[in-house]
């Protein structure tokens, strides 16, 4: 059976889809669900060329009864999501836990605090206990998020439920991303206080160390946080956007 | 049938056209259409999200095949999913007997009190 001629019409359609269903191109991923709709597709024109119909109307049926690209491409993203979201909210966790235990690490190597417990500034005491609430916090969304996303699985069939589920994880992983950075301010105005990344401290290999490892890990988090953020508005972050 | 009515069942209706074999997304909707004479009006963009879903779920399982000139991904279940039919057709037969017995008119008792 010889291809349409008129081609051109779904391979506009499919080139609609990629770049309303990827922001920018992701991993082999697009190039295998592409391929599967176009044999779809092409299936359907060459069933109703076999069975009579012109191959430019019946490259019309097949794009109408496959759905405007759009919607297609929406329902596509809220799949594709699930599993770069998974991704976000073990990244949090780990990372959450990894640079706690570090950090902590940092402040044992460095310097005795300047002050006992009775003579704790009051601010620092504040920061103090707004760190550790934060740091607690951030892992304790991040876990949550992480469960409610693993579980979308298991629920399979109750839809309801699954994108309920996947739409609290997000937010989930929105508030541990926010708390893990307000944790991150914290604890740097913490060291500089308690003189940890002064120049004359002693901790400064652990906090390079630390500093090496943090930088290090971000591509874990940061990977699946655009994809996740591109696939949820539909539109590329930092870059120009794709030409259609 | 459009869409919405099928909201919550279209997973189970794949695994149901999926049980006599493997399957590429045509072949699918194409069955899915024939073992529904017609009735289940799909359009085609909602069956691969729903195909995804149960891969991710762990009910079926895509392969990769050569199709005429051009790559196929076929679908089959797992066993998983058979399980998961399965249940399905025991929720789905409870759920038309319980809603059956309220729904179809009643048969033709007699009334209390009306002569026999």
Redesign the interface.
Known sequence: MTRPESESTLEDYLSRLQVQTWPRPIEPDATDLLDELRDHLLCDIEQQVTDGAQPRSAEARALAGFGPADRVAGALRVELVRPHLHRLSLALLLLGLAGGATWVGVLLAGPAEPWTDRTEPRTILFFDRVGEFAGTATLLVAALAALLIGCTGRIWRYPRMRAGAQRWSLRACWVSLTLGLLTTAQLGGYLLVRGVIAPTSLAWPAVLATVALTVAGAPLLFGPLRTVAELQTGRRLLGPPRRR | MRAEAL??HL??LLLATLEAGPA????V??ELRRRTGGTVDL???????AL???E????ILGI?TS??G????EYQLTDRGRA?LHD?RGVWRDFVATIGALLEPPAAHPSPGSPI
């Open positions: 909201k919550g997973d189970a590429h997304g045509f072949a909707m194409a359009e085609s963009g909602t069956l691969y999200p995804r879903r149960l991710e779920a762990g009910l990769w199709g005429p051009r790559r196929r991904r998961a399905e």
